[in-house]
């Protein structure tokens, strides 16, 4: 059984993650930005056996919550050695931006970027000390090739995906494995108004949980680092 962190759980990917891990029996202390958010859904701490699920309070801007979302697991879990990073937001923001977007490029680098090292630092020594640490992180096809002119998104994708690649070195002593899955098209909201592409035709949500499941059910050995998920062909 894992004891995991899952961040952005109330929708789309993040919610799939969570309740494929919580089908498996591990345990979970979910982060997101309105606890209310998940009442009468199937991750509603009611529909599960008591202590399986917490539900923290998370905002990627403020790091007071992340700081209190890791106390309170380690207090009710006695810590916990798995951390799947899906807090995310999409910026349509181009290359030649205007003045008044500049507030929501570095809002974009931080809540894609910043607070997902944010998080992996303060669940360091957790994820140390299981001496079988996992960290997950869903980045996107967007953090290895840049299409059209989604600036700030694509160059908060590219940089999380360099910090990816840092942790990974970082954490193999200590025998923490680090994997970035890039989907490329995945049927959530970011997604609703894509028109070049059925929905039905995307990844879904499903499918990238189904991975995590996967990737946290290998042996340290085996971990892949990166994992691309393609709806349809790049060349």
Same mark, same amino acid.
């Given at each position: 059984?894992?004891?995991i962190?899952?961040?952005?759980?109330?929708?789309?990917i993040?919610?799939?993650?969570?309740?494929?891990? !919580?089908?498996?029996?591990?345990q979970l202390s %979910?982060?997101?930005?309105?606890?209310? =958010?998940? +009442?009468?859904? *199937?991750i /509603?701490?009611?529909?599960?056996?008591e202590g399986q699920l917490?539900?923290n309070?998370?905002?990627?801007?403020?790091?007071?919550?992340?700081?209190?979302?890791?106390?309170?697991?380690e207090n009710?879990?006695?810590?916990?050695?798995?951390?799947?990073?899906?807090?995310?937001?999409l910026s349509?923001v181009?290359f030649?931006y205007?003045?008044?977007q500049k507030?929501?490029?570095?809002?974009?680098?931080h809540?894609?970027?910043?607070?997902?090292w944010e998080?992996?630092?303060l669940?360091?020594k957790? !994820?140390s000390?299981?001496n079988?640490?996992r %960290?997950?992180?869903?980045v996107?096809? =967007?953090? +290895?090739?840049s *299409?059209? /002119?989604?600036a700030?998104?694509?160059?908060s994708?590219?940089?999380?995906?360099?910090?990816?690649?840092t942790?990974r070195?970082?954490?193999?002593n200590?025998n923490?494995?680090?994997?970035?899955i890039?989907p490329?098209?995945?049927?959530?909201?970011?997604?609703?108004?894509v028109?070049?592409?059925?929905?039905?035709?995307m990844?879904q949500?499903?499918?990238?949980?189904?991975?995590?499941s996967?990737?946290?059910?290998l042996p340290?050995?085996?971990?892949?680092f990166?994992v691309?998920?393609?709806?349809?062909?790049?060349?």
């Amino acid at each position: 059984m894992r004891k995991i962190l899952i961040s952005g759980a109330s929708s789309g990917i993040g919610l799939q993650i969570a309740y494929k891990e !919580l089908q498996l029996g591990n345990q979970l202390s %979910i982060g997101i930005r309105n606890i209310d =958010s998940i +009442k009468g859904t *199937k991750i /509603d701490p009611k529909r599960w056996e008591e202590g399986q699920l917490i539900v923290n309070r998370y905002d990627a801007l403020d790091e007071n919550t992340a700081k209190e979302w890791v106390r309170k697991t380690e207090n009710r879990f006695g810590g916990f050695d798995t951390l799947i990073n899906c807090s995310g937001v999409l910026s349509r923001v181009p290359f030649l931006y205007q003045e008044d977007q500049k507030k929501e490029i570095l809002q974009t680098m931080h809540i894609n970027f910043f607070s997902v090292w944010e998080l992996c630092k303060l669940s360091w020594k957790n !994820l140390s000390e299981s001496n079988n640490g996992r %960290i997950i992180t869903l980045v996107s096809m =967007s953090g +290895k090739r840049s *299409k059209g /002119d989604l600036a700030a998104y694509s160059s908060s994708k590219f940089a999380l995906m360099g910090l990816c690649q840092t942790i990974r070195n970082k954490g193999w002593n200590e025998n923490i494995r680090v994997t970035a899955i890039c989907p490329s098209w995945v049927n959530t909201k970011m997604s609703n108004k894509v028109d070049s592409i059925n929905k039905y035709e995307m990844s879904q949500p499903k499918d990238i949980a189904d991975i995590c499941s996967m990737l946290l059910q290998l042996p340290k050995q085996s971990v892949p680092f990166e994992v691309c998920v393609n709806c349809n062909l790049e060349i």
